[in-house]
């Protein structure tokens, strides 16, 4: 008994400290999103392992103002530092190597820096942005002067422009790309003689109609003095090792930035890919555009608000990326083709690995360095066991391992089931081996409807090869069988034209064929000889909702892949009867006012009959999207186009034959009654409000006595 009171004592203890423990190693949460913008918890895929400060470094005089923080080839780390005036070399392992704060230049003269803002090292120089001297200075490896390019001179400039360089990055031809904070017409190039060979990336800009129609007013001076509509400029640079340029901005429009990251814009994205033209090349082919976070909280009460601002860009290992949001302190690292691996960082608290304002980034080798402004130093993150996985699981993805990329998603899987990008991969993997079903599983997972609909059609086009006959049987049974329907209704339509008396509900509902393809004349007997009833439009218009009903579940995967799970049958009555029955009564109201010779009854029947085309053509719409892939997905909008283009001619011509009126009297009826219907949504939205306002007001007073007495 003694040993097994021992043993729970230890299990206690252990339970106590363990969540301690967890939370102390992971004081940020980790997360992905959904295709519905959802936020998906991840695992953690890097920890904060150390804080280097100046006192780590061993630096005499501590560091003051960062400007940039850069790891070069050699995995040696590069400060620049504004207050100080200088640049500082740290060897891999973070302890200092050599600072850089004065230089003879080429004169024999004396130099020094002035606010250097941004520095860049590739296997030959060290480039350093003298930001308040205008220039790049160069030195090599060693810290030894080489050359400084000054302000570029040419026509291209603006008079009076300032030329202010703050980050900058060389390629394997000699070209430097410079970002200066002053200039707004691109990326500056230039060689490293100085020459300067034009811009690249300017950012696009928006123009309203109501701006293009004012411009047409503005004298030359205003025109002159106008500022608005300038492209914004960049705020770092970045290469990689096939020279293609990352360049971020934090000047974009947020609400434009935000609705780029929804719709996958390039043109309003804080993030680029530029290639030698300065052409946008960075895939997006994730749920979201890369640009941060995707959920923002904009109320009153969040306490940031707004889309991200992006300060800085950083390449990882297998073709990774990462981004820095300086708003909400978070790091967020994407892969080649765009799609969000992990987001991680946060500025509350105090725990370690917690940055109240990051304000660079960069990678040394699997660690990730992120800078504190606020307390001077960088943090070194490591990256765990999860983030290991997903590497090599890029890794071999990129090199065409396939054999081993189902292995590698499917142990990632198991860490994390919410992440998406993973049953993505394996669906490709599965793709390329020609398991196509199987791929399809994988893709309908991830909500990956493009390449589910490439699998699809690979399984279709197999399944068409062996089972050609069907289709022509298939298309001459179909036109076989219009014929006899339509033929059967054409019958039908005539015997009952000469039919005396009460007409049947089956006769009354046939005539709906009628109606539609011949208005005028099926219009004047719907009213004048009786061929519809009230009854028969009631069954019409239930046909249509459930018609409707059908189309919200019953669409394929393809077109429909998150079914809405709120609109039930009572959903589908109150897109199709509340739209007529506001319509209905609407027109009579007006009409009575203005010689209508329709009654309510009249305008009912002959609404309810022009809905004929909606479930004629949006039910085989709704039966063929179950068969077609994403790309033959224009035939069923061209069906629900037709149906609702017939059934707006159907109804401007009922109501003229219902009412008697003229073409131009009808016309303007119909707008007035679309107007009324507004106004009478608008009264019953407004007595449904201050209803609940006086119910609630009379709960709360009813409470309050209860809670008194």
């Known amino acids: 008994m003694k040993k097994l009171y021992k043993i729970l004592l230890v299990a206690m203890i252990v339970l106590m400290v363990l969540p301690t423990v967890v939370s102390a190693a992971n004081p940020y949460a980790t997360y992905t999103y959904s295709i519905k913008g959802n936020v998906l918890s991840s695992p953690t895929a890097y920890v904060p392992d150390t804080i280097v400060d100046s006192k780590y470094i061993g630096l005499e005089v501590p560091l ?124 500056i190039i230039l060689n490293l003689n100085g020459d300067f060979f034009g811009f690249i990336g300017a950012q696009k800009v928006s123009v309203s109609a109501l701006e293009l129609l004012w411009r047409n007013f503005q004298t030359e001076a205003q025109k002159a003095q106008r500022q608005e509509n300038v492209s914004t400029e960049f705020n770092n640079i970045v290469i990689d090792d096939r020279n293609f340029i990352y360049v971020t901005t934090s000047s974009i429009d947020e609400s434009q930035q935000q609705a780029a990251i929804r719709n996958k814009d390039k043109n309003f994205s804080p993030v680029k890919k530029l290639n030698a033209s300065g052409i946008d090349v960075l895939a997006r ?252 439009a009631f069954v019409i218009l239930l046909i249509t909702i459930i018609v409707y009903f059908y189309n919200s579940i019953g669409q394929g995967y393809i077109f429909n892949p998150l079914p809405s799970t709120t609109f039930n049958i009572m959903g589908a009555i109150a897109a199709v009867f509340v739209p007529v029955m506001l319509w209905v009564i609407s027109n009579w109201c007006l009409t009575t006012l203005f010689d209508g010779e329709g009654s309510m009854a009249d305008v009912f029947v002959a609404t309810c009959y022009c809905l004929t085309p909606l479930p004629i053509l949006i039910l085989p719409g709704t039966i063929a999207s179950n068969f077609l892939n994403l790309s033959e997905g224009g035939l069923i909008t061209l069906l629900s186009t037709i149906a609702y283009l017939w059934l707006g001619i159907l109804v401007v011509l009922a109501m003229q034959v219902t009412h008697d009126y003229s073409v131009v009297k009808n016309l303007l009826t119909c707008v007035v009654t679309i107007v009324f219907m507004a106004f009478i949504m608008f009264v019953g939205i407004l007595f449904t409000t201050l209803t609940g306002k006086v119910v609630s007001f009379i709960t709360n007073i009813i409470d309050e006595i209860s809670y008194r007495l």
């Not at 850069?70 to 302890?95: A, H, Q, W």
């Not at 994730?286 to 860009?313: C, H, L, M, Q, Y």
């Open 285 to 536: 082919n994730g749920f979201f555009g890369p640009g941060g976070e995707v959920k923002v909280d904009n109320s009153s009460r969040a306490e940031i608000t707004g889309a991200s601002k992006i300060i800085d860009v950083a390449l990882g290992p297998e073709e990774t990326w990462s981004i820095i949001d300086t708003k909400r302190s978070k790091v967020f690292t994407y892969d080649n083709t765009g799609n969000l691996l992990f987001a991680f960082g946060d500025k509350n608290g105090t725990q370690f690995g917690n940055i109240d304002s990051i304000g660079a980034i960069t990678y040394q080798g699997s660690k990730i360095l992120l800078l504190d402004t606020t307390n001077d130093n960088f943090v070194v993150f490591r990256r765990t066991e999860y983030g290991d996985l997903l590497v090599r699981a890029l890794e071999h993805d990129n090199n065409r391992m396939y054999d081993l990329i189902i292995n590698d998603w499917t142990e990632i899987l198991k860490r994390n089931n919410n992440f998406d990008a993973a049953y993505i991969r394996i669906g490709q993997s599965l793709f390329r081996q020609g398991e196509y079903e199987e791929a399809m599983k994988y893709y309908k997972s991830a909500f990956d409807t493009e390449n589910y609909s490439k699998a699809y059609t690979e399984i279709r086009k197999s399944w068409s090869n062996k089972n050609f006959w069907i289709f022509p049987i298939i298309i001459v049974v179909a036109f076989v069988a219009l014929s006899k329907f339509l033929g059967f209704t054409g019958k039908v339509n005539k015997r009952t034209a000469l039919k005396v008396g009460r007409k049947s509900l089956k006769e009354e509902l046939i005539y709906a064929f009628h109606v539609i393809v011949h208005p005028f004349d099926g219009f004047w007997d719907l009213k004048h000889e009786k061929r519809g009833s009230v009854k028969s």
């Open 64 to 187: 003051d103002d960062i400007g940039e923080l850069f790891v070069g080839p050699d995995m040696k780390v590069y400060i620049s530092e504004t207050r100080n005036d200088r640049v500082v070399v740290l060897d891999r392992y973070y302890k200092l190597d050599f600072e850089i704060s004065t230089f003879i230049n080429e004169q024999g003269v004396p130099d020094s820096f002035n606010n250097p803002a941004g520095v860049f090292v590739d296997e030959q120089y060290i480039y350093v942005c003298d930001t308040d001297n205008n220039r790049i200075v160069i030195f090599d490896l060693d810290g030894n002067y080489k050359k400084i390019i000054g302000k570029p001179e040419s026509n291209l400039f603006e008079e009076g422009s300032v030329y202010k360089p703050i980050a900058c990055a060389a390629d394997d031809y000699g070209r430097l790309f410079v970002v200066s904070s002053t200039t707004y017409q691109g990326i």
